[in-house]
Nanobody
Framework: QVQLVESGGGKVQLGESLTLSCTAS????????MSWYRQAPGKERELVAA????????DLADSLKGRFTISRDNANALIFLNMNNLKPEDTAVYYCRAGWADWWGRGVRVTVSS
């Protein structure tokens, strides 16, 4: 059974940083592309960033480039989302996803106040 567990969310002020982590189990982690999504209040879930099994990063939205960085640790079945210079519009629930099927974590909330 695939399990994805996010951690590291919280409430921060404008301009602060957070690093989200996602621990994966129940799959051959190194074989899967991994990604972060987010869903802001009243909006659809959107892709934030993806990283391939070969550590290539993909699909970072233009508004996030230079502020967000995705990375992974295959040895420990972890992915990370390093978020700097956070803005109120980054407020959302952030989800970890394994592969491109229906494997999702439960999400972690990030709230940025101005």
């Amino acid at each position: 059974q695939v399990q994805l567990v996010e951690s590291g969310g919280g409430k921060v002020q404008l301009g602060e940083s957070l690093t989200l982590s996602c621990t994966a189990s129940g799959l051959t982690f190194r074989s899967y592309d991994m990604s972060w999504y987010r869903q802001a209040p009243g909006k659809e879930r959107e892709l934030v960033a993806a990283i391939t099994s070969r550590y290539e990063t993909r699909d970072l939205a233009d508004s996030l480039k230079g502020r967000f960085t995705i990375s992974r640790d295959n040895a420990n079945a972890l992915i990370f989302l390093n978020m700097n210079n956070l803005k109120p519009e980054d407020t959302a629930v952030y989800y970890c996803r394994a592969g491109w099927a229906d494997w999702w974590g439960r999400g972690v909330r990030v709230t940025v106040s101005s």
